[in-house]
DNA sequence: TTTTATCTGTAAATAATTTCACAATTTTTT
DNA sequence: AAAAAATTGTGAAATTATTTACAGATAAAA
């Protein structure tokens, strides 16, 4: 099987939050429905759908029921993913309050912080665990997925951690990038909020020139 | 001249950070050393850079300081452009804490919510107004850049409020897909951490299936 | 039923991005 | 000085992503 680009991936998933929300109006939806309420265009949509062997039905569009089942199906790890993040400062609690609940196949079942007031205690329902628990919980609570959300000096080292106890992705919102070697086999999405500042940035400075 | 594309300009943004970081270290570097700690090429490198009007010295590479200098030539606003925020949940209080005095060019200097507990005070040394006083706010101090990080039903309406005020550029991190017209000419950053979460999730599959 | 209108799925074309490959250049070595 | 070694800048090729175009399919209208 071909794999499929991160882009449509990510195109998948922001599909399936808008026909979430368009399920309340309505049963069929066009691609070119679609592509409006998501930024996209009728033909890319339909490429993209392609990856899901779901067919839609001409001149009624694309029962958004099944379309919603099939995406799903196509993106939700079979059984329910335990996920992990380390530093509990304001992004990571951002992240526990925002993300508890959001998608049922993924479960936030532990963060990790050095600031002893927080270990112990329950972040948005979550436990908190002293750092250099991390590797034990990874194993035991068979965790694939890491999220980083600490200083950007902590960023390689708990990468590292991670890695060494067996994490399968880390998702990094630290602005340290990290470079992790292809025969490791873990995947890494990188957000960089400085470089979307800088971007918006230069942007903003192209448009003021026109 | 011709515009260059959004991944260079991110990978711009990277190659700064890391040219501040080694610059302790060293006075030259070479591009492939670049592309190393900026997990790149060195092929990329040099296409990048070729936009910059910089040119290095065969044999010894670029020189890091200068190189630096470039870049933030090329990147960055000829004056300070004022920024502001929406919405001061987690999320928000994590980017006034990360972003204030991290980029010269760029000084977050309000932020906007609806409790009245936060009305009138200072956030991380950033003063918060109600969300009504946005519009005037943003045509008093001329600010360009938007940043949203409210609830996600209530973006729409405030990138319009944004945009009726004349804001240039507008960076969302709610999961709600902002759609803006070509015609009002504001660039768009969406930061869809859903997506992130559920990239991670259906790559994590994917390797554990090899 | 038959016709008409319009939407899907996908092959082909186009556009954008990255990588390759190498002449030109500069430093280092002899 | 001359030769050798290594790196840059960039045209060309390769790859990847998006858009176009249209045959085939289906629902709605006549």
Redesign the pocket.
């Known amino acids: 099987m071909n794999s499929v ?4 991936i990510e ?1 998948l998933s922001l599909y399936r939050r808008r026909l979430m929300i368009e399920l309340a109006e309505m049963d069929y ?4 429905q679609l592509a409006k309420i998501s930024n ?5 949509v ?2 993209d ?2 990856h899901l062997g ?9 029962k958004i029921k099944d379309l919603i089942r099939c995406i799903s199906q196509f993106l939700d790890p079979a059984k329910i993913e335990n996920v992990v993040i380390v530093g509990v400062g304001n992004l990571g609690k951002a992240l526990l309050t925002f993300f508890t609940g959001r998608r049922p196949k993924l479960s936030l079942v532990a963060c990790f912080d050095i600031d002893e007031n927080k270990v112990g205690t329950d972040i948005a329902g979550v436990p908190c665990f002293h750092l250099n628990e991390m590797p034990q919980k990874i194993k035991e609570l068979k965790v694939n997925i890491g999220v980083i959300s600490s200083t950007e000096n902590a960023t390689k080292a708990i990468s590292e951690m991670m890695i060494a106890a067996g994490i399968k992705s880390i998702i990094n919102f630290t602005c340290f990038p990290l470079n992790i070697a292809d025969s490791e086999n873990v995947f890494l999405e990188q957000i960089d909020i400085t470089a979307s500042f800088e971007k918006a940035a230069y942007f903003t400075k192209l448009n003021l020139k026109k």
């Open positions: 680009s991160q882009r449509t195109r939806i066009f691609s070119h996209s265009t009728a033909a890319q339909r490429r759908l392609m779901y067919a839609g039905v001409p001149r009624k569009g694309y």
